[in-house]
């Protein structure tokens, strides 16, 4: 596959140093991701997502689909033009919008049919045209169309969509091949104000040709490891992947028997790929990920959290519309460089947010993408020096004993 390649580096453990190579650039891993789904990351304008540290940024299939519409955002030049993002790109097929919005869908072999929550119009979402969507997308990495299902499902109902799952990526597969080989169709004819540049609906060979695309599998299964190790085996038979996402965690299952799903997978990934684990994003979880292989994470909870006014810090997660910090001129951390804590205090974040003035939620949603994407620095340096282990298991201590023993206004606990 033109353009992709992935080494690794030091280790320490199970964790690893690895460099992602796509046609935007390369990204340094172990990182952590911000999800941009409507090609935006809320709130945040792109240089300031960059600015945060940002190697790759996520956008959504399925609501693209939906709003523009996938055609559209290929006739608008494609997604790096559209979101005005020069880096690595992604994006998610949607399995997980279809899975959280159960009363407008339903799932059958061939696919998923629901109903546009916007209009009420109906739409027929099979493995086949989520490729053809994602390649008018244009993103470097795609991914599967797979059936997520709730955490905690028993055994037979998670072997089901498991199984299921893999008979959607070989079509998947063999979609993105024929794409590949015979290009894409022509977008439908848009017409643009007098002045404005032309739209991509002209049917030339570059636009015809998709730009190079990697296709990601999901591993499925939930927490069951015989599952997983099924699914992994299932992949690693149905081709040679670029990469490899691990998904369905997150989805309100024990945090232990998320990291026992970790130690699953991990030995059975292969190591010359980069592995992606999916909608996992707290500090705590990324860290444990990190020490188990893990190599690239998004998660939209963390600039969510921040627009409703919680914050991660070293020492746990702070609200930050608690009282107590109405007098308090300390930063929200000392080490971190976002704008949050370099040029503001906890009284005055606390009186953006008490007073619903927008900067204070696009400060916070900053601060909490930035805090994720310097902690995956912070690792990679420590895995670089050697000491990751100790340093991730003192942070570890430090960052759970917070969150157990909120701080006050003063410091003390």
Request: with cysteine; hydrophobic share 35%.
């Amino acid at each position: 596959m033109s353009g992709f390649a992935f080494r690794s580096g030091s280790s320490d453990g199970a964790a690893r140093l690895g460099w992602f190579t796509t046609p935007h650039g390369t990204i340094e891993t172990p990182a952590f991701m911000p999800v941009g789904t409507h090609a935006s990351v809320r709130g945040l304008a792109m240089h300031e997502v960059r600015e945060a540290g940002a190697q790759m940024v996520l956008a959504n299939a399925y609501h693209l689909y939906l709003r523009p519409g996938d055609e559209m955002v290929r006739a608008l030049g494609g997604l790096h033009a559209f979101s005005r993002w020069d880096g690595p790109m992604l994006t998610d097929s949607g399995g997980y919008q279809v899975f959280s919005l159960a009363r407008y869908r339903k799932v059958s072999e061939a696919g998923v049919e629901f109903r546009n929550k916007l209009d009420g119009s109906l739409h027929q979402y099979t493995p086949e045209r989520v490729m053809q969507i994602e390649r008018n997308i244009g993103a470097d990495v795609i991914m599967q169309l797979d059936e997520l299902i709730e955490g905690g499902s028993d055994h037979r109902a998670s072997r089901k969509a498991m199984e299921r799952s893999l008979r959607w990526l070989e079509r998947c597969r063999v979609e993105f091949d024929r794409l590949t080989r015979e290009g894409r169709a022509p977008v439908h004819a848009y017409s643009a104000p007098d002045g404005s540049l032309r739209l991509c609906t002209h049917p030339e060979h570059d636009d015809l040709q998709a730009p190079p695309q990697a296709l990601f599998p999901i591993v499925q299964g939930g927490t069951y490891a015989d599952l997983r190790t099924a699914s992994i085996n299932g992949i690693l038979q149905s081709g040679d992947w670029q990469g490899i996402a691990v998904g369905g965690l997150s989805v309100g299952e024990a945090k232990s028997a998320m990291y026992d799903t970790f130690d699953t997978c991990a030995p059975l990934l292969p190591m010359d790929k980069p592995r992606y684990l999916m909608g996992v994003g707290f500090p705590d979880d990324l860290l444990e990920a990190v020490s188990r292989g893990m190599d690239l994470f998004d998660c939209v909870a963390p600039t969510r959290m921040g627009r409703h006014g919680t914050v991660f810090t070293p020492d746990g997660k702070v609200q930050v519309q608690k009282s107590s910090y109405r007098t308090d001129r300390r930063p929200l951390t000392e080490t971190c460089p976002c704008p949050a804590c370099t040029h503001y205090d906890r009284a005055y974040l606390r009186h953006l947010m008490v007073t619903e003035e927008p900067l204070g939620p696009r400060l916070l949603a900053l601060h909490n993408i930035t805090f994720l994407i310097s902690l995956m620095k912070q690792a990679r340096q420590q895995l670089g020096a050697g000491g990751y282990a100790s340093w991730s298991r003192d942070w570890l201590s430090r960052y759970r004993a917070g969150t157990k023993r909120p701080i006050a206004a003063d410091g003390s606990t």
